[in-house]
């Protein structure tokens, strides 16, 4: 039986979102060349320390390779507000009622000085929800929010700055706003200056330092952390090496849906690295990471498939699923050279799967 291989952990350059209130994601890992076969990798993901190879996400991505980040481009949804005055604002925001919550909002930030209203103006313009996009007054409003005080305001305006988006790139003010807003418990602020640390670009790279806010996201419930952090202990970058405090910080990225982390567990519960062995849990978290568009969840399927090892062997599935990951960019020649051999209905009717999924994208 052939165990499916790890992905390494390969720290490539980072890179932090420029959307308002995004969070720098990891892109999918980097992919190791299983024994005569797999000869293609995933995305590079984070820098690597000092020595590392570069390769990946983010990722995650993704996004293990090391924490490689890949921006998302989604706007995050405003955080609950503290003030229940403020409820009537974040209501309206939440039911896609953005006008109302414009207007709302302007309101209160007009009549009361209300920092998270302020943040919700920023967040409403630059996402263009209800208004024009607008980063320059989207860059205004967080401005205020932070000056008030708000956390989510801090962290918004700081990825502006890292983007250049409503004013010039300003990475000293970025890192400052960032540190703030992780210090008042924002764990998205926590995160993204812990990648500046292994960045090493923005500031001086430090790794124990990286390592230590992403304890402090991880241990918040930030799944990208979780991931990134696992990452690290697998590694022993920046911290001692630990590979069942990785495998742990694995299994919680992955039931928050981190689709790196859904791929990487599996891959441990399939070998029995670090956990008690549960191959057809390893499958399950398989499709659902493939399902959830992943190349390498998609690739690692089809082997499961095509060998019977923790599911029901199924060849004409395995060729469908390899298609997909070969179309992302996943290619495989030993799957190719195993499913060659299939009769022209059952190729036919792999490639007409394939096409369907596709389809739906």
């Known amino acids: 039986m052939k165990i499916l291989r790890p992905i390494p952990i390969l720290m490539s350059c980072l890179i932090l979102t420029a959307n308002a209130a995004a969070q720098v994601s990891l892109t999918p890992p980097g992919v190791d060349t299983p024994p005569a076969a797999d000869k293609s990798a995933a995305k590079p993901k984070a820098k690597p320390p000092v ?26 949804p405003a955080p609950v507000p503290d003030d229940p005055n403020a409820d009537l604002v974040y209501g309206a925001y939440q ?27 920023g967040e409403l313009y630059a996402n263009a929800m209800g208004v024009k996009r607008d980063y320059a007054k989207a860059a205004d ?22 983007g250049g988006r409503g ?17 008042l418990g924002n764990p998205k602020a926590a995160y993204n200056l812990a990648l500046l640390y292994l960045d090493g670009q923005t500031l001086p ?23 990134a952090l696992a990452t690290f202990y697998k590694e022993g970058t920046g911290v001692p090496k630990d590979l069942d405090k990785a495998v742990r910080l694995l299994q919680a990225a992955s039931l928050a849906d981190n689709v790196d982390a859904e791929v990487e567990y599996a891959i441990a519960l399939y070998n029995g690295t670090g956990t008690p062995k549960n191959e057809a849990a390893a499958v399950a978290l398989l499709r659902k990471a493939a399902k959830q568009n992943s190349p390498i969840a998609q690739n690692r399927l089809a082997r499961v ?9 199924d060849k004409v599935e395995a060729m469908k699923w390899h298609i997909i990951a070969k179309t992302a960019g996943k290619g495989d020649p030993t799957l190719d050279e195993a499913l060659a051999t299939l009769s022209p209905e059952d190729r036919a009717r792999a490639q007409e799967g394939a096409r369907i999924w596709l389809g739906k994208k």
């Open 51 to 76: 020595q590392a190879k570069k390769p990946p996400a983010p990722a995650a991505t993704a996004k293990p390779a090391a924490p490689a980040a890949a921006p998302a481009a989604a706007a995050t």
């Open 95 to 121: 039911r896609g009622q953005y006008k109302t919550a414009f207007d709302l909002a302007s309101k209160r930030a007009q009549d009361f000085s209300d920092p998270k209203a302020m943040t919700m103006l």
């Open 141 to 162: 409003w967080y401005k205020r929010a932070a000056d008030g005080g708000d956390r989510e305001g801090m962290f918004a305006l700081a990825m502006l700055r890292l």
């Open 167 to 183: 004013g010039p790139v300003n990475r000293e003010e970025a890192v400052k706003l960032l540190a703030s807003s992780a210090k």
């Open 205 to 227: 790279q430090d790794l124990k330092r990286s390592a230590e806010l992403l304890r402090v996201a991880a241990d918040a419930g930030n799944p990208e952390a979780q991931y």
């Open 305 to 313: 498939l095509l060998s019977g090892q923790g599911a029901t062997m």
